[in-house]
């Protein structure tokens, strides 16, 4: 990555009031590198631990988003605008994901033996990978979040999210409420990047996974430059 120093500036407004919610500064390439590096040092202890010992902390973060719940559902209706009855709703999804997934992982993720057919016999496993970057849009803030990276915490990975500009103040909330709830530091770092810097992280050699919701015109750019 080339090593920008400039820290441009964005803010993000109320589409009801037209008003201004706060003001956010983009990372330097340096900064974004640290991060991945960062985030890599905590893939590296975080797959050591057995399945259920994530699950605890999986079922922990469940709780703290609902700790979080007003201040959260207040924050993502007045970033992009769903009535607050939806945005409530939204956290509650969220709890119940980390709760089923800390449930179910378990035998999810169990090896699994498989005969052969020549007789003899195989076991599929399914190991941690690494750093899997999220690319995830507005209509969702929480969901399309909590979504993938549940699943990945459980799994042994860990996780970068790009996040739709006009939200991020939930995604900083969101990191917010993974710290309080005992997550291990760098497991889950928030990137403020711009469109280059997005596309140097889908090639750099630490991240193994990336995962994108958005228009298909998109998902074909990322498909391509993720396979290649």
Not at 74 to 98: F, P, R, Y
Not at 106 to 111: G, H, M
Not at 183 to 209: C, K, M, T, W, Y
Request: charged share 25%; net charge negative.
């Amino acid at each position: 990555m080339s090593t920008t120093t400039k820290q441009d500036t964005f803010k993000t407004i109320n589409p009801t009031t037209g008003k201004e919610i706060a003001s956010h500064a983009y990372m330097t390439d340096d900064q974004v590198e640290e991060s991945i590096q960062q985030s890599h040092k905590a893939f590296l202890k975080w797959k050591m631990k057995s399945v259920e010992e994530r699950g605890e902390i999986i079922k922990a973060i469940g709780k703290e988003l609902q700790n979080y719940k007003k201040e959260l559902a207040e924050l993502m209706t007045d970033e992009m605008g769903k009535l607050l009855k939806q945005s409530n709703q939204e956290v509650d999804l969220c709890t119940a994901i980390c709760e089923y997934s800390a449930e179910h992982a378990p035998e999810f993720l169990k090896n699994e033996e498989r005969e052969l057919s020549n007789g003899g016999k195989g076991i599929i496993t399914y190991s941690p990978m690494g750093i899997i970057y999220g690319i995830q849009p507005w209509n969702y803030p929480s969901y399309q979040v909590l979504r993938y990276t549940i699943v990945n915490l459980m799994a042994g990975n860990s996780i970068l999210l790009k996040h739709a500009s006009n939200v991020t103040g939930t995604a900083k909330l969101l990191k917010t409420i993974f710290d309080t709830a005992g997550l291990p530091a760098d497991l889950f770092n928030v990137l403020i990047i711009e469109h280059d810097q997005s596309n140097a992280i889908i090639e750099h050699d630490l991240v193994r996974g990336v995962t994108l919701t958005g228009s298909p015109v998109a998902g074909e750019k990322i498909g391509e430059k993720a396979g290649a």
